[in-house]
């Protein structure tokens, strides 16, 4: 292979500890309805530390309020909920902008009147973002709302406006 066939093959990796620009304005809570579609999936340890468990988010359950702070707005009753309750820990993981991004998180619950969502805060512990230069990854679990798409957008909204009333109480109390 020649130099330049094996530049070309590289890969480009990226290594944080805080949100980057593009990806704090992902999170950030606002234009929901233009970012329907994008999904992150959530892994999770079992009870067990058996089995890895993955779930699945929209943009209205994740809500950066800062540069290195991710919260996420679960079911009480999902596994991952549970999960995060006993061990502290999960990784993120999606595609945007043409690169694959893990995030390792230290989750604790917070306290708000969540309308019976259990809500985390979680601090990045590291991340990473992948892109390969002889291929676009242009996609990787994606959705369209059908039916009921203003009552989605609806609860999104008010999902992230308690995980803002949550994160800002977490704030104020470090």
């Given amino acids: 292979m020649t130099a330049s066939a094996e530049q070309n093959r590289a890969l480009d990796q990226q290594i944080f500890d805080e949100w980057p620009v ?44 800062d540069s290195r702070t991710l919260c996420v707005a679960l079911w009480p009753q999902s596994r ?12 993120l993981t999606f595609v945007f902008d043409e690169a694959f991004y893990q995030i390792q998180l230290a989750l604790t619950p917070l306290s708000a009147d969540a309308a019976g969502l259990a809500c985390f805060a979680g601090s990045i512990e590291s991340g990473e973002a992948h892109r390969v230069r002889y291929a676009r990854l242009t996609a990787g679990i994606t959705f369209d709302l059908e039916e009921g798409r203003d009552a989605v957008l609806e609860r999104w909204t008010l999902q992230i406006e308690y995980l803002k009333k949550a994160a800002g109480g977490a704030a104020a109390g470090r």
Avoid: N, W
Wanted: glycine residues 12%.
């Fill in 80 to 91: 991952a909920a549970q999960a995060i309750a006993r061990s502290g820990r999960a990784a």
């Fill in 22 to 65: 593009e990806l704090r304005a992902l999170f950030d809570g606002s234009a929901l309805a233009s970012k329907v579609g994008f999904t992150a999936s959530l892994l999770t340890v079992d009870g067990s530390g058996a089995h890895l468990r993955t779930s699945l988010l929209g943009i209205g359950e994740l809500y950066a309020p």
